[in-house]
Protein backbone atom coordinates (compact mmCIF):
# COMPACT_ATOMS: atom_id res chain seq x y z
CA UNK A 1 0.00 0.00 0.00
CA UNK A 2 2.73 2.70 0.63
CA UNK A 3 4.43 2.24 -2.61
CA UNK A 4 1.05 2.67 -4.41
CA UNK A 5 0.80 6.11 -2.43
CA UNK A 6 4.15 6.98 -2.86
CA UNK A 7 3.55 6.03 -6.58
CA UNK A 8 0.28 8.00 -7.13
CA UNK A 9 2.25 11.00 -5.55
CA UNK A 10 5.15 10.91 -7.45
CA UNK A 11 2.97 10.59 -10.64
CA UNK A 12 0.52 13.83 -8.96
CA UNK A 13 3.71 15.92 -8.39
CA UNK A 14 4.71 15.57 -11.82
CA UNK A 15 1.20 16.37 -13.58
CA UNK A 16 1.11 19.18 -11.37
CA UNK A 17 4.76 20.75 -11.92
CA UNK A 18 4.19 20.23 -15.50
CA UNK A 19 0.72 22.02 -15.41
CA UNK A 20 2.01 25.38 -13.40
CA UNK A 21 5.17 25.23 -15.65
CA UNK A 22 3.65 24.80 -18.87
CA UNK A 23 2.70 28.56 -20.25
CA UNK A 24 -0.52 26.97 -22.25
CA UNK A 25 -2.00 26.38 -18.76
CA UNK A 26 -1.86 29.84 -17.32
CA UNK A 27 -5.30 31.83 -18.62
CA UNK A 28 -5.24 35.50 -17.79
CA UNK A 29 -8.21 37.93 -19.08
CA UNK A 30 -7.94 41.01 -20.54
CA UNK A 31 -6.34 42.73 -17.41
CA UNK A 32 -3.75 40.29 -16.82
CA UNK A 33 -4.95 38.63 -13.97
CA UNK A 34 -4.77 35.03 -13.99
CA UNK A 35 -8.34 33.47 -13.70
CA UNK A 36 -8.69 29.67 -13.20
CA UNK A 37 -9.36 27.20 -15.34
CA UNK A 38 -12.09 25.08 -12.93
CA UNK A 39 -14.14 26.72 -10.07
CA UNK A 40 -15.16 23.19 -7.74
CA UNK A 41 -18.43 23.74 -5.95
CA UNK A 42 -18.97 21.98 -2.83
CA UNK A 43 -22.07 20.36 -1.53
CA UNK A 44 -24.40 22.50 0.46
CA UNK A 45 -25.55 19.30 2.60
CA UNK A 46 -22.25 17.71 3.30
CA UNK A 47 -19.63 20.70 2.50
CA UNK A 48 -17.58 18.42 0.51
CA UNK A 49 -16.02 19.23 -2.98
CA UNK A 50 -18.13 18.28 -5.84
CA UNK A 51 -15.20 16.46 -8.60
CA UNK A 52 -15.58 17.24 -12.00
CA UNK A 53 -16.21 13.29 -12.82
CA UNK A 54 -18.82 13.50 -10.23
CA UNK A 55 -21.82 12.73 -12.83
CA UNK A 56 -24.70 12.38 -9.75
CA UNK A 57 -24.49 15.78 -8.53
CA UNK A 58 -26.89 18.54 -9.17
CA UNK A 59 -27.45 22.27 -8.47
CA UNK A 60 -30.77 23.39 -7.55
CA UNK A 61 -31.45 27.09 -7.86
CA UNK A 62 -34.43 28.33 -6.33
CA UNK A 63 -35.64 32.02 -7.31
CA UNK A 64 -36.52 34.62 -4.78
CA UNK A 65 -40.55 35.88 -5.34
CA UNK A 66 -41.78 39.27 -4.10
CA UNK A 67 -45.09 39.93 -2.47
CA UNK A 68 -47.31 39.81 -5.98
CA UNK A 69 -45.21 36.53 -7.27
CA UNK A 70 -43.03 37.56 -9.38
CA UNK A 71 -39.37 37.06 -9.54
CA UNK A 72 -36.88 38.98 -8.40
CA UNK A 73 -33.69 38.15 -9.81
CA UNK A 74 -32.53 36.72 -6.66
CA UNK A 75 -32.23 32.90 -6.42
CA UNK A 76 -31.07 30.64 -3.84
CA UNK A 77 -28.49 28.12 -5.12
CA UNK A 78 -28.22 25.01 -3.46
CA UNK A 79 -25.96 21.66 -5.06
CA UNK A 80 -25.95 18.52 -3.90
CA UNK A 81 -23.07 15.75 -4.73
CA UNK A 82 -23.88 11.96 -5.35
CA UNK A 83 -22.92 10.63 -2.51
CA UNK A 84 -26.04 11.80 -0.77
CA UNK A 85 -28.39 11.42 -3.95
CA UNK A 86 -27.36 7.47 -3.52
CA UNK A 87 -28.15 7.19 0.13
CA UNK A 88 -31.79 8.81 -1.13
CA UNK A 89 -31.51 11.55 1.69
CA UNK A 90 -31.25 14.40 -0.80
CA UNK A 91 -34.97 14.76 -0.49
CA UNK A 92 -34.91 15.41 3.22
CA UNK A 93 -31.53 17.73 3.10
CA UNK A 94 -33.31 20.54 0.20
CA UNK A 95 -35.87 20.93 2.60
CA UNK A 96 -34.02 20.99 5.58
CA UNK A 97 -31.80 23.69 3.67
CA UNK A 98 -34.83 25.50 2.20
CA UNK A 99 -36.40 25.86 5.53
CA UNK A 100 -32.82 27.02 7.16
CA UNK A 101 -33.05 29.84 4.13
CA UNK A 102 -36.39 30.82 5.49
CA UNK A 103 -38.29 29.47 1.64
CA UNK A 104 -40.15 26.71 3.44
CA UNK A 105 -42.27 26.51 6.27
CA UNK A 106 -43.44 23.25 8.29
Same mark, same amino acid.
Given at each position: ??? =? %????? $???? =???? =? =? ?10 ? &? ?19 ? !? ?5 ? %???? $? ?9 ? &? ?12 ? $?? !? ?13 ? %??
Amino acid at each position: KQW =Y %QRRVR $GVLN =YYTN =Y =YYKSNLSIMQND &KGEIVDLYIPRKCSITNRIIA !AKDHASV %QINI $GELDENGTLTG &KNFTFASCGFVREM $GE !ADDSFNKLCSDAKIL %QF
